[in-house]
């Protein structure tokens, strides 16, 4: 059984890299500028979504660790136009962004990618190389080519192939949609802003540990995900999900009504006709990975031809 990493929706090439008339110092060093956009993007992400950090991550230094390297080389990128100045920026402008542009439904404006020099259909590893501001990559993989992204109502693959602040519901024959407000219509075509939840088909506030719930596709239901919450089954109640290392048991035991998921990337492996299993651990960064069956990588590493990579969009080429 897989779970899924929620906070691949604010991927770094998307967020970061930016400050148009930016006023920041340009003697930060590349290191330093890496680190501090790094540190401010997983410290506001987590504390928007500190369950989603610990699922993903294990942590928000972690996060922060692992994210400095793709930062860094992107300032080596072939034709980029992000420098320590509007990185120094975006750092700066991260504490006051709002938990829903930093889970995906907008960026603030210091952070937008910088208009790079690369034409389309040139190869790319970060938006910021691009004359577009998109680096489009196809799945699993570190390096894409320049190009425009699709409009609202056009097709897509992913969020990042959609306008900035809106997004690509996951499904066949997918198109760019802006997200649904709080009171608005939606379902499995139309998704709420992301702090809210589709609740009987309104947009509304997730629910809260010991709220009635509506249960639904996936295990969080109409409860409050991000600060781990799922919808018990057996009474239709918020109730809080566990975390576990690996080795350690997860899945859903129904002995104990509980339900644990597995921390810093890692899978839940569950035997046919059990409920329950145990926690491995994400591969490590260039072993073995499957995208499907597992083991997963962690962030921002994907599994590239069978072995988890690091994005370093200097090797683009």
Not at 99 to 125: E, I, Y
Not at 193 to 220: I, R
Not at 266 to 273: D, E, M, R, W, Y
Request: charged share 10%; proline share 7%; net charge negative.
């Amino acid at each position: 059984m897989r779970q899924p990493l929620c906070i691949t929706a604010v991927a770094v090439g998307g967020l970061l890299f930016a400050g148009q008339g930016c006023s920041s110092s340009s003697s930060s060093s590349p290191d330093q500028s890496a680190s501090d956009v790094a540190t401010a993007l997983c410290n506001k992400i987590d504390s928007c979504a500190h369950f989603y950090v610990e699922l993903a991550y294990g942590s928000a230094s972690t996060c922060a660790s692992r994210l400095q390297g793709e930062v860094k080389d992107s300032l080596n990128a072939n034709g980029t136009g992000a420098t320590p100045a509007t990185l120094e920026a975006c750092a700066a402008a991260l504490p006051g962004a709002t938990c829903d542009q930093v889970l995906g439904a907008g960026t603030p404006a210091a952070c937008k990618p910088q208009v790079g020099t690369l034409a389309d259909g040139t190869a790319c590893g970060d938006n910021s190389q691009c004359k577009s501001t998109y680096c489009k990559k196809p799945a699993n993989s570190t390096c894409g080519v320049c190009g425009e992204k699709a409009q609202i109502g056009g097709p897509c693959n992913v969020a990042q192939d959609c306008p900035d602040g809106s997004t690509c519901p996951v499904g066949l024959n997918s198109v760019c949609v802006n997200y649904a407000a709080a009171g608005a219509n939606c379902n499995g075509n139309q998704p709420c802003l992301p702090t809210l939840v589709c609740k009987n088909g309104t947009c509304a506030t997730p629910d809260q540990a010991g709220q009635m719930c509506v249960p639904m596709l996936g295990g969080a239901g109409s409860c409050s995900a991000a600060t781990g919450y799922f919808c018990n089954p057996t009474n239709s109640t918020c109730q809080t999900a566990a975390l576990a290392a690996a080795g350690a048991t997860c899945g859903y035991d129904i002995a104990a009504n509980s339900f644990t998921l597995c921390s810093a990337a890692g899978s839940c492996n569950v035997p046919a006709g059990r409920t329950t299993g145990t926690c491995a651990a994400a591969a490590a960064d260039g072993a073995s990975c499957n995208p499907v069956g597992g083991p997963p990588c962690t962030p921002p590493a994907v599994c590239n031809n069978g072995l988890c990579t690091l994005p370093t969009p200097s090797t683009c080429h």
